[in-house]
């Protein structure tokens, strides 16, 4: 493992749906109710939630309905991230979260994005996220909540990372 002190106390969490949620509510109405639940898990207290974007489906089945993302910037200590995806999935399966195959469409997905600066390929979660890096839907809204951040296994910045990925569809913010 290793630690730079950047970043060190910040979590990020993206945060995603494109079914209505189990009371019929929009999936944007289940992200924010999912963001509400982060400020209220042990030793982390929620700092900035991004706007919300509508994005394309990725790696979903044909016919997919759009997504809503964002991701969310928690502080304080994580003493064991397994713990805190553990905490992330109950999230999920009191929104509804079904899991019938990869990819499927879903009423809401948490994905443990980076525990400060932290790097582990095993075992889960595997940080940072493996694919964050390669998803549009996860950068431009981690631009609105972490400008300065460095992927902390590549050292490459959130700039250079969207640089890369400037021809992928842009996600378009969704007006408040």
């Known amino acids: 493992m290793t630690r730079i002190r950047k970043h060190e106390n910040v979590t990020l969490i993206a945060l995603g749906a494109n079914l209505s949620g189990l009371r019929n509510e929009a999936p944007i109405e289940t992200c924010r109710a999912a963001a509400a639940a982060l400020d209220r898990l042990p030793g982390l207290r929620l700092r900035a939630v991004s706007r919300w974007y509508r994005t394309l489906p990725v790696e979903s089945p044909p016919g997919a309905p759009l997504f809503v993302n964002g ?55 595997i940080l940072p996220h493996p694919k964050a890096h390669l998803r549009r839907f996860v950068l431009d809204p981690l631009a609105d909540v972490a400008p300065d951040w460095v992927h902390p296994a590549l050292g490459r910045s959130l700039a250079e990372l969207r640089a890369a990925l400037a021809g992928d569809p842009a996600p378009e913010p969704i007006p408040d």
Do not use: Q
């Open 71 to 125: 991701v969310a910037r928690l502080e304080g200590e994580v003493p064991d991230p397994a713990a805190l995806l553990a905490a992330l999935h109950a999230i999920e399966a009191a929104a509804g979260r079904e899991r019938p195959f990869p990819n499927a469409p879903r009423r809401l997905d948490l994905d443990l994005i980076a525990v400060g600066d932290l790097v582990r390929a095993a075992p889960d979660p």
